[in-house]
């Protein structure tokens, strides 16, 4: 029988006895020291209402509590899993799975067994039994608490599509898919606060490949309408894209939900791009300079106009209503045209003076900042939450991950603000490289016989048995002296005591007298 101990960390104490050179068990794990994220997670209560995500689709226990396999999977995301098969650094690590509720028993014996104390197949088909509802309600309780926390602030929203398609296999088998042209996979709708540095998800929706950005968006608004109340309530205006164009589309948006809006006329060959760029060649029309900075063309000149009244109209030739629009070209420093950038035409239900420059140039700015939803948002989703990865071929499994990932990613902007310093310290750590760590480099567990427990990184761990080296050098140096020194003079009195009995044994003492002098 095994007697367990418990242990307590204290850091200070492992670091000293190390610097002492004393010998000391460990093992490697992956937790390290990297648990400001964690620790955020838990005491803000991001943690909880993930890991208490319903699989209400379970059938009959497997012997895991929910629970806990929905700790791994938030341990999985935050160490960078991009796919299942992939967990076992997560599910082989002592120090994580005691951290989601295993006892230290269980995981020795799985251990010596050399077996994973849970296996990737049983925490593939646990994302495979969280429904629908589920992940609703889930994502319900995580708005209501970014809420509560006041983390959610600012009323301009953006609204992005994202591709997420099947590589490779069989696709017919991956359920819920959709086709566009020889492109299968999914479609996945956010909506983004933008305020800077606040920039949250607050719903999404996901679809086929074929499904419509509008009737996904509108999905998104009737969700948040229950828990929110109506989006004019909590939304001033909503930036997208040109993909949601559409004269009854806008028109619904302004008058039936009381939203403003921005947005890019859909093609060129529309009847409202046609009106404005007739308004634009008017003799009276009246333009705006701007100096804009651009990401891939550095400093620009932009030249704005503006209209009112310009009639919403759909493919049918119905006129829906009417809104503002407004046409912007782009130069160099010199004055010349961009050939390579066209022409841009917005169309927008915030109220316009032609005649006033800021009333003009802040519908261009408002649409500018829509690449928050790109650049914050589905960027740093893609890049570093592995967003464009699918969880398997089950469709409740493909939607309860993303549930995880888009909670993390809001949690981890609230993190950066309420923790700049400490965030930006280990934002190398927290940062996910292309085949980085998510909880860092994998950290060496020290204990000692009395109780006492230390996570070091292996940077750390070396330094220390550095300084302990050295430490034993210099003991060594100091004995090794002395034993030079004894050495030394045990030499110069053996050459004096030879020297002296032959001087005496010249003189013809005998050797009693000899040895009586010495």
Same mark, same amino acid.
């Given at each position: ?5 418990? +242990? ?8 000293a &006895?190390?610097?002492?050179? @004393?010998?000391?068990? $460990? ?14 997670l ?14 209400? *689709? ?6 895991? @509590? ?38 230290? @028993? !269980? ?13 990737? /197949?049983?925490? %593939?088909?646990?994302?495979? &039994? ?11 309780e ?5 809420? %509560? ?7 301009i ?25 020889e ?11 933008? !305020? ?8 999404w ?12 968006l509108k999905?998104? =608004? ?22 949601? +164009? ?5 028109? /619904? ?41 651009? %990401?891939?063309?550095?400093?620009? *000149?932009?030249?704005? #106009? ?28 010199? $004055?010349?045209?961009?050939p !390579? ?35 914050q948002?589905? +960027?740093?989703?893609?890049? &570093?939450w ?5 969880? $398997?071929?089950?469709?409740?499994a493909?939607? #309860? ?6 909670? =993390? ?20 750590? =927290? ?6 760590? &998510? ?26 048995l ?15 002296g002395?034993?030079?020194?004894? #050495?030394?003079? @045990?030499?110069?009195?053996? #050459? ?9 044994? $010249? ?7 000899? *040895?009586?002098?010495?």
């Open positions: 029988m095994k007697t367990w101990q418990l +242990w307590r960390e204290n850091k200070a104490e492992i670091s &006895r190390l610097e002492r050179g @004393e010998d000391l068990d $460990g093992y490697n794990s992956a937790f390290g020291e990297n648990d400001l994220i964690i620790g955020f838990m005491v803000e209560g991001f943690w909880n209402v993930l890991v208490e995500t319903k699989a209400d *689709l379970l059938k009959k226990e497997n012997g895991y @509590e929910p629970r806990i396999l929905n700790g791994l999977w938030v341990l999985c995301e935050l160490a960078g899993v991009g796919r299942i098969a992939q967990s076992g650094k997560v599910l082989g690590d002592g120090a994580l799975l005691r951290m989601v509720g295993f006892q230290a @028993e !269980e995981i020795e014996e799985a251990r010596s067994e050399g077996r994973l104390r849970v296996d990737t /197949e049983t925490l %593939s088909n646990h994302l495979g &039994r969280i429904s629908e509802a589920s992940v609703e309600e889930s994502w319900d995580h708005v209501k608490l970014l809420i %509560s926390k006041r983390y959610n602030r600012g009323r929203y953006a609204v992005d599509g994202n591709y997420i398609t099947i590589p490779y296999g069989r696709v017919e088998n991956y359920e819920g898919a959709g086709k566009v042209g492109a299968r996979g999914y479609k996945l709708v956010v909506l983004l606060n933008i !305020e800077p540095g606040r920039e949250r998800v607050i719903g929706a996901l679809g086929g490949l074929e499904c419509s950005e509008k009737t996904l999905k998104i =608004l009737q969700r948040l309408r229950k828990l929110l109340g109506p989006p004019r309530d909590w939304i001033d205006l909503l930036v997208f894209d040109r993909g949601y +164009w559409g004269a009854q589309f806008l028109t /619904e948006l302004k008058e039936v939900e009381g939203i403003d809006y921005v947005t890019r006329a859909g093609n060129d060959n529309l009847d409202f791009v046609k009106d404005v760029e007739g308004l634009s060649r008017l003799a009276g029309t009246r333009w705006h300079e701007v100096n804009e900075t651009h %990401s891939r063309l550095g400093e620009i *000149l932009t030249r704005m #106009a503006g209209f009112e009244g310009v009639p919403l109209i759909d493919a049918k030739g119905k006129q829906w209503g009417k809104c503002q629009a407004v046409i912007a070209e782009e130069y160099d420093q010199q $004055g010349r045209r961009i !390579e950038r066209p022409r841009f035409c917005y169309a927008t239900s915030l109220p316009i003076d032609p005649e006033k420059a800021d009333s003009v140039v802040v519908v261009r700015r408002h649409y500018r900042g829509r690449w928050a939803v790109e650049n948002g589905f +960027w740093v989703l893609t890049r &570093r592995n967003l464009n990865t699918l969880a $398997g071929r089950n469709y409740n493909i939607r #309860a991950r993303l549930n995880f990932a888009l909670q =993390l990613y809001n949690a981890e902007n609230c993190c950066a603000l309420k923790h700049p310093g400490a965030y930006d310290e280990e934002m190398h750590r =927290l940062k996910r490289p292309p085949m980085g760590e &998510r909880l860092g480099k994998p950290c060496i567990m020290l204990y000692t016989p009395d109780g006492k427990v230390g996570a070091f990184q292996a940077g750390e761990y070396a330094k220390l550095g300084t302990a080296a050295k430490e034993m050098g210099r003991a060594q140096g100091v004995a090794e002395k034993a030079q020194a004894k #050495a030394e003079a @045990e030499t110069k009195i053996k #050459a004096e005591l030879k020297a002296s009995i032959c001087k005496a044994l $010249g003189e013809g003492k005998g050797i009693e007298d000899i *040895l009586k002098d010495l």
